[in-house]
Structures are given as C-alpha cells and as structure tokens.
C-alpha cells in the first residue's frame, strides 16, 4: 500500500488549506485513516482521525477548524484547515490502517509528509 498526501503550501494566518492522502497498490480492506503532524523540535501529535463508518476524533488544538473526512471509494482522506494558525504550521502526514485480508491484523502505512506554514 502507498500513500500519496498534497495540498500543503504557505497561507497566511486565518487562511484555508485542504490537504488529501490518496491509498493505492494492493488494497483489501482499509480502517481508519488519520492526519498526524510534526512541528520543528517537537514529537509527532495527532490531528485527527476517521473510521471506517465515519466516526471522527480531534485534538482539542484543532477542534472546530478542522474536518476529517474520507472517500472509501476512492480509498482518500482529506483535511479541511479553516483559520489556519502559525502554530498550526508543521510536516502533516497521513496514516491508513490496512488490513490485509480476512482475519489478518492490520498494518500502519504513512505518507510522505506535506508542508504547512502559515505565517502571522
């Protein structure tokens, strides 16, 4: 399974960025799909997360300004970053969870990574 994560780029703050992770190669069955993101000199957090029925989850720092969703046809998930903060600026990557086929566990990919700055 790869991962193709665009949309990143420079705003300014209060901007908007859509961000997409298309899945591809040899898919069965995909779970939940999640953004997490990486600013300089911190850990990698979460953003937010979706699951297959479409239950989403935040982190309390994006909540109301962001939304998860996910196109299961198109094994996509995206993220719409509405008032964007410099704070909110990092390398935003996304995660799939795949499962294999029926009664295997379930394997973790991640995408490339993509660049948001939003400066002030």
């Known amino acids: 399974v790869q991962l193709q994560a665009s949309g990143g780029g420079l705003v300014q703050a209060g901007g908007s960025l859509r961000l997409s992770c298309a899945a591809s190669g040899n898919i069965f069955l995909i779970g939940a799909m999640g953004w997490y993101r990486q600013a300089p000199g911190k850990e990698r957090e979460l953003v937010a997360t979706i699951t297959s029925d479409g239950t989403d989850n935040y982190a309390d720092s994006v909540k109301g300004r962001f939304t998860i969703s996910r196109d299961n046809a198109k094994n996509t998930v995206y993220l719409e970053m509405n008032s964007l903060k410099p704070e909110d600026t990092a390398v935003y990557y996304c995660?799939?969870?795949?499962?294999?086929?029926?009664?295997?566990?379930?394997?973790?990919?991640w995408g490339q990574g993509t660049l948001v700055t939003v400066s002030s």
């Open positions: 995660n799939v969870q795949h499962r294999p086929g029926w009664g295997l566990t379930e394997d973790e990919y």
